[in-house]
């Protein structure tokens, strides 16, 4: 590759990633529905055929944009986990870490999801989602002091996992109430739902 097709590359890629960040921001502001291409591509400073030379329709953008979280995500808890010396503290780090990142409308994600997005979309992000958040709460697992049948039975691990995840997500829409959240009721928070998994549901 020439250097000249290197740097239109380069700057291909440099528009799309600014082309998501904006759109981020816009989107979790707004919504999928209040937001159009047009906005977008007024926001970002170009026209909006040359936003389509990027992303071919709102949807294409909304994908990147959630899997562009997901992966920030996932690189993440993988650097968190690999910092820890036992699995309470690498639960303790990740729960502390996903409640801090929050989504803010974590609900009208998942509702603009069904609304807007096809079944092999859907799935997409369900992918995403997978690896960031459950795949390494199931690794964690594979450590942990558990029933031996369970351990080595990848579905148990998993619904394991689901339910960990689960409690920590109960926890979004009444911290999103408050008007204000100290970072140490997050830890304690925290704290608290690694204390009744740990010495409660795995045991």
């Known amino acids: ?3 000249k097709n290197k740097d239109e590359v380069k700057t291909k890629l440099d528009t799309s990633n600014f082309i998501i960040q904006t ?3 816009l989107f979790m502001e707004n919504g999928f529905a209040g937001i159009s291409t047009r906005m977008i591509a007024k926001e ?3 026209t909006q055929p040359a936003l ?3 992303f071919p329709n709102k949807v294409s953008i909304y994908l990147a944009v959630l899997q562009s979280d997901l992966s920030k995500t996932e690189e993440a808890i993988h650097r968190i986990i690999s910092s820890q010396n036992s699995i309470r503290e690498s639960l303790l780090e990740v729960t502390t870490y996903i409640l801090l990142n929050r989504p803010k409308n974590l609900g009208q994600i ?3 999801m069904r ?3 096809n079944k092999e979309q859907q799935l997409f992000i369900r992918h995403h989602w997978t690896s960031a958040y459950l795949t390494p709460i199931e690794g964690l697992l594979q450590g942990a002091t558990i029933n031996e049948s369970i351990k080595h039975d990848p579905k148990h691990l998993a619904k394991l996992a689901h339910v960990y995840l689960g409690m920590v997500h109960q926890q979004l829409p009444e911290m999103d109430r408050l008007a204000t959240v100290e970072e140490s009721d997050i830890r304690a928070r925290a704290e608290f739902l690694v204390s009744i998994f740990m010495d409660g549901v795995i045991k």
């Open 44 to 46: 970002c400073g170009i």
């Open 110 to 112: 998942n509702n603009d």
């Open 1 to 3: 590759m020439t250097k």
């Open 115 to 117: 609304q807007n997005m």
């Open 23 to 25: 759109a981020h921001r």
């Open 52 to 54: 389509y030379h990027h």
